[in-house]
T-cell receptor
Framework: GPKVLQIPSHQIIDMGQMVTLNCDPV?????FYWYKQILGQQMEFLVN????????KSKLFKDQFSVERPDGSYFTLKIQPTALEDSAVYFC?????????????FGHGTKLSVL | QQKVQQSPESLSVPEGGMASLNCTSS?????YFWWYRQHSGEGPKALM?????GDKKEGRFTAHLNKASLHVSLHIRDSQPSDSALYFC???????????FGQGTKLSIKP
């Protein structure tokens, strides 16, 4: 089936550094999402993105976070600077359209460890 | 307040048995409900959706929606060890892209 690829699978960085998480969404999908999961528990919505713009974001999407997808390449989540509480697994997802009945396809996640 | 609540937190079912998972929403704007399953080390994968009152069956999985009470359930018959995973109920408005997840139910199928 359709696959979302996330690179890297694990990233370790020091607090205060910048980190970029990369996502290669399903090829014909138009809507992109980031979710945060701590300790294998609840999936928390961060942001969704369409046509070069942030459509919706949650309170967890702090000012230090940014997303972009330059020229149809990777969809990226950048955190600058990182904080200890940013340690989590970050999941990228994509969908073809935005209606409620459309499923999201998720990647396997990037585990971010902030030391 | 958590907008999508799931119960139980964890559930253990013998192989071949029936697993029943529950979900309640506190937001009447949610019109679309999904069940996702997450195996360890992977991302969530959509199992099935339900938008209309009543039952929807897909193979061994049956979802039930009661719009009046905003209650959704998932029943897995003839449970297999491969069904052991974290199950999420998720909900969405008709005009919003974001999918809101419950806190998950950890299902263990005992051989």
């Amino acid at each position: 089936g359709p696959k979302v690829l996330q690179i890297p699978s694990h990233q370790i960085i020091d607090m205060g550094q910048m980190v970029t998480l990369n996502c290669d969404p399903v090829s014909n999908h138009l809507y992109f999402y980031w979710y945060k999961q701590i300790l294998g528990q609840q999936m928390e919505f961060l942001v969704n993105f369409y046509n070069g713009k942030v459509m919706e974001k949650s309170k967890l999407f702090k000012d230090q976070f940014s997303v972009e997808r330059p020229d149809g390449s990777y969809f990226t989540l950048k955190i600058q600077p990182t904080a200890l509480e940013d340690s989590a697994v970050y999941f990228c997802a994509s969908s073809l359209i935005r209606t409620g009945g459309e499923r999201l396809f998720f990647g396997h996640g990037t585990k971010l460890s902030v030391l | 307040q958590q907008k999508v609540q799931q119960s139980p937190e964890s559930l253990s079912v013998p192989e071949g048995g029936m697993a029943s998972l529950n979900c309640t929403s506190s937001d009447r704007n949610f019109q679309y409900f999904w069940w996702y399953r997450q195996h360890s080390g992977e991302g969530p994968k959509a199992l099935m959706s339900i938008f209309s009152d009543g039952d929807k069956k897909e193979g061994r999985f049956t979802a039930h929606l009661n719009k009046a009470s905003l209650h959704v359930s998932l029943h897995i018959r003839d449970s297999q060890p491969s069904d052991s995973a974290l199950y999420f109920c998720a909900a969405r408005n008709y005009n919003q892209g974001k999918l809101i997840f419950g806190q998950g139910t950890k299902l263990s199928i005992k051989p």
